[in-house]
Nanobody, 119 residues
């Protein structure tokens, strides 16, 4: 069973930065593609960043140039570095894992971490 635990959320002013971490308990972390999604109140969950097993990355247009996803296979951890934060980035952020690079859905999810950006 794969377990994911997010951390690093909090309250930040607009223009500030945060780094989210997701610790993954898996026999072979490098065998999973990872993603960060977010869900704001009253809105659908949105995929914001994805990183393949080989390290290729994709981003939602809304965060491109401001967010960076990365992974450290030695630490079984995926990160989301968020910069130039905006109030509209306020959401619960979830990390997720898939054994396939470009699957239509993720198989495993964390419990989420709240990010609040004040104006």
């Amino acid at each position: 069973q794969v377990q994911l635990v997010e951390s690093g959320g909090g309250l930040v002013q607009a223009g500030g930065s945060l780094r989210l971490s997701c610790a993954v308990s898996a026999r072979t972390f490098s065998a999973y593609a990872m993603g960060w999604s977010r869900q704001a109140p009253g809105k659908q969950r949105e995929l914001v960043a994805h990183i393949t097993r080989g390290g290729s990355t994709t981003y939602a247009d809304s965060v491109k140039g401001r967010f960076t996803i990365s992974r450290d296979n030695a630490k079984n951890t995926v990160y989301l570095q968020m910069s130039s934060l905006k109030p509209e980035d306020t959401a619960v952020y979830y990390c997720a894992a898939s054994p396939m690079d470009w699957a239509s859905k993720y198989d495993y999810w964390g419990q989420g971490t709240q990010v609040t950006v004040s104006s």
